[in-house]
């Protein structure tokens, strides 16, 4: 029924479909099936590593298993990133990458004036500072670029979906070994293209790694924010100094 009830954001409605079928089968019509019927080792090992080795695995090592198989996924905070393009830039992911569609702004320029598509793309960008990743994200690419006016800044994801076609908000597709291949293929030079990715929150730990990359220089950057921080501020940080720790 709350599911029912609610619009899910960014979540395929056919999943949530799919999961009150899931609700009904497993524990209505099969509600009377116990573990103790489970007696093939194979099966047991299986069910083992996917439902208790990988949720475990990946909550304290967030870094080295996906959000999804970890069942963390929007649960608080996940790995994102923001990619940011000096003026004029991100057009040569066009040039350099073969790709299904063209960047998000040559799309939205068929149907919008050029103001409205950044209004479109910031909104993105606002949701996410409705979380407290965005919002240390939001900070931390004050500390990537040195004026954050002469970029354009875009959403991990967004970069993902039109690089790759694929992104599923898990900030491991938008990295930098994304970053990487991007770069052997459209030569930024130093400054042109800064990324700034944001691990998600260790079971263990109150704070998050982050990471800066210039696109022709490599690591520029790296430390730990506190979500404690993050949760204390507004979503536009109010001009506050940003908190970084080593």
Request: hydrophobic share 45%.
């Amino acid at each position: 029924l709350h599911i029912l009830s609610t619009f899910p954001l960014a979540v395929p409605l056919e999943w949530n479909i799919f999961m009150i079928f899931g609700l009904l089968f497993l524990f209505g019509h099969y509600g009377d099936t116990s573990f103790s019927t489970l007696d093939e080792p194979l099966l047991i090992a299986i069910l083992a590593v996917t439902c208790v080795g990988f949720p475990v695995l990946g909550n304290f090592r967030p870094d080295l298993i996906s959000f999804l198989p970890s069942m963390r996924y929007y649960a608080g905070n996940w790995a994102t990133s923001q990619w940011l393009f000096r003026h004029g830039c991100e057009k040569r992911l066009n040039a350099g990458i073969v790709k299904a569609a063209p960047i998000v702004t040559e799309q939205l320029a068929k149907f919008y004036e050029d103001d409205l598509i950044d209004v479109l793309l910031y909104k993105g960008l606002a949701f996410r500072s409705m979380h407290s990743h965005g919002r240390a994200l939001n900070g931390l690419s004050a500390r990537a670029v040195d004026d954050i006016e002469e970029y354009d800044v875009r959403e991990g994801e967004l970069v993902a979906g039109v690089v790759l076609g694929y992104n599923f908000g898990d900030g491991h597709f938008h990295d930098e070994r994304l970053l990487a291949a991007v770069q052997e293929r459209c030569d930024f030079a130093e400054g042109e293209l800064r990324v700034v990715t944001l691990e998600s929150q260790p079971a263990n730990d109150g704070r998050q790694h982050y990471r800066i990359f210039d696109a022709a220089t490599g690591l520029v950057d790296e430390g730990h924010v506190r979500v404690a921080d993050m949760i204390g501020q507004q979503p536009w940080l109010d001009g506050l100094p940003f908190p970084v720790h080593e």
